[in-house]
């Protein structure tokens, strides 16, 4: 029997079986591409810890080493340690929330990994710790001066004296919680923070306190050296009562709100050691004062204690009940740890503020305020009853707030879990809420960076969508670790920019609809809104480079064109101008990653380049006429010649602003002087101007990369100062003569009035920026020299 198959019938199955086969190909496609977070399976709002935990789990289980018969062993690790590389870094985090793998076409790190050996022995030795807090450099002075007493390891992984260093400072670290901070920083992680706070060796032992300098541990490394050196540090007293001032300092202290832990010392209680109480008293700095009687001399006195209790808490009248006399509390041990903990469980609560005087209270004084709903009325954490204590120095007030009580006023707060606040004297309008961890170090540094910035809760209510003043506004989710990172930069950026930008935040999580009409995608989205118009902050999250872009703002670096505006100050240009162009698409991803860069290289090049860039989306004909075929396409256009449109572009492969600098500076005719051995004598040496020279080997990569800078030195502190340049491959004699042992090396020759001695003064920097301020420095030092030989005449 034949079947007959028309020719429709035959080109539909046709399209069915394609349509079939492109589903099944998507689906084995889209299933290859894991995101980073699910590569190492943590959620989006892991922190750096979680992910260097869930990153070392997976390497010990799938290194290489350990699987050496799975080909695909390597390609699997460099998956999870591409995805580990990224996530660390919060900068390489936030692009890739933002625009996924994408947004890292700059960044191709992950390529290279330790052994497994490392990752097992080496790798964030501290993690599993938790009394010790590895802290990286991002919150490191915030925590070190958050007003607690730290004591802070900075080891290298590959210190054999660091490891062997860790099980004592594990003990140490438990042996003393509650009495100072632990702290480890990798310096094989964070070098930069590690030299910046002057550290050469490993392990280096450093306590930290806020209000004075750091104090380097030299002693041996055991757990009683380590414990008597911390002690010298801690701030405790320790009173014998007796009868002559017991009622005086008891009084005293009650009158000001502090009780009073009692060791009642005789034949039938233990006595604590004095060592034990002093630590005591040092957990309990400024909460509760602690003294000891003995009975052997003050039998009447002990006499009067009718509890048998060794230790007991003896809080001021009506702080445990308003009808009861008593205001005793009985501790049955001796264990410091547990003394501590028990006193803490027993301190009064915070001051609860009630719905109608809430906006009086806190129009009159800075207040942090935690905010709860009924059942979670007492805080889990007894520590941060601290917080009074510690806090008090910036007179700020601690206290609580039920909104289960007043649920409007929560509302109006777009308050709806519980959280924190800080309010900074001016009632209700101007506060913010704390996003980061609810652990005591990171509330103190939350609340003495807010008190004196000048960041503020949005919502629809105050949203400055028509305010005639600009404001910086903060996209956020509360989740988002590059969200939480943002937000201390963006305070310190506030204190600076004060009566000229306000600073808010708009939780995305709370008012969807509001990020939903400005388009906003990913999180942190900042954006300067200046009446009508709205400019997005696309650089790091430092204050520093928020500072840069809103004067950027202000003082715009890059000429925006239009198609007249090009032809106008481009190709009619002056015969001795030059220009960098960037022709761009908003659409497009490296154009957004290179435009806080161009801009960054654009402030650098002020009265040397021009710069400016046009929108190709939006004037698409001239950029084709232009022959711009790929963005970014970036273009230098020399002086005008008799050649028509002459240009270069850009091949390199790097993006960032140094290496566009470089790029561009190439293009300028030279500025310093070639100088031979009779023209150094002669010119420099002899002669009465003051010199700055670059000895330089032409075969020398450090020396080229060089070379345009100091071409921009030299015409920084052109009319003053002259550049000269000695080629050490021609002129090897001069350059032996001269001590030079090293290329490039720059040295500065003043004149002071006589022959200049050859080895001039060498200058360790290779910022041209950095140079010119240091010759400036020394010609003033020289002048004022002058100046004083002349009066003394």
Known sequence: MRVWLNKDDCVRDLKRLILCFLILYMTVLVGTEQDFYSLLEVSKTASSREIRQAFKKLALKLHPDKNPNNPNAHSDFLKINRAYEVL?????????????????????????????????????????????????????????????????????????????????????????????????????????????????????????????????????????????????????TVTELRKENMNNVIRTAFAAGIGWLINICSKDRDCLTSQTLLRISGMLEGL???????????????????????????????????????QSILINSLDAKEIYLEVMQNLPDFELLSANTL??????????????????????????????????????????????????????????????????????????????????????????ESVNSHVTTLGPQNFPASEKEPWLVDFFAPWCPPCRALLPELRKASKHLYGQLKFGTLDCTVHEGLCNRYNIQAYPTTVVFNQSSIHEYEGHHSAEQILEFIEDLKNPSVISFTPTTFNELVKERKRDEVWMVDFYSPWCQPCQLLMPEWKRMARTLTGLINVGSIDCQQYHSFCSQEDVRRYPEIRFYPKKSNKKDQYHSYSGWNRDAYSLRIWGLGFLPQASIDLTPSTFNEKVLQGQKHWVIDFYAPWCGPCQNFAPEFELLARMIKGKVKAGKVDCQAHVQTCQKAGIRAYPSVRFYPYEGRKKNIWGEHIDSRDAKEIAALIYEKLENLQDHEKRNKDEL
């Open 359 to 448: 906006e009086d209270r806190l129009a009159h004084h800075r207040w942090l305020l935690f905010f709860y709903f009924g059942k979670n009325e007492k805080s889990n954490d007894p520590e941060l009853k601290k917080l009074k204590t510690l806090l008090k120095n910036e007179h700020i007030q601690i206290g609580r707030f039920d909104c289960s009580s007043a649920p409007d006023i929560c509302s109006k707060l777009y308050i709806f879990q519980p959280c924190l606040a800080i309010f900074k004297g001016q009632g209700t309008k101007e506060y913010e809420i704390h996003h980061g961890k609810k652990i005591l170090y990171d509330i103190l540094a939350f609340a003495k």
């Open 88 to 236: 660390k870094d919060e900068d390489l985090r936030k692009k890739y929330d933002k625009y996924g793998e994408k947004g890292l076409t700059d960044n191709q790190s992950g390529g290279q990994y330790e052994s497994w050996n490392y990752y097992r022995y080496d790798f964030g030795i501290y993690d599993d710790d938790p009394e010790i807090i590895t802290l990286e450099r991002r919150e490191f002075d915030a925590a070190v001066n958050s007003g607690e007493l730290w004591f802070v390891n900075f080891y290298s992984p590959g210190c054999s004296h660091c490891h062997d260093l860790a099980p004592t400072w594990r003990d140490f670290a438990k042996e003393v919680d509650g009495l100072l901070r632990i702290g480890a920083v990798n310096c094989g992680d964070d070098r930069m923070l590690c030299r910046m706070k002057g550290v050469n060796s490993y392990p280096s032992l450093y306590i930290f306190r806020a209000g004075m300098d750091a104090v380097k541990y030299h002693g041996d490394r055991s757990k009683e050296s380590l414990v008597s050196f911390a002690m010298q540090h801690v701030r405790s």
């Open 288 to 326: 509760v004062n602690v003294g000891w009687i003995d009975c052997t001399t003050q039998e009447n006195i002990c006499e009067s204690f009718d509890n048998k209790a060794s230790v007991a808490l003896y809080l001021p009248p009506g702080v445990i009940s308003d009808n009861k006399e008593d």
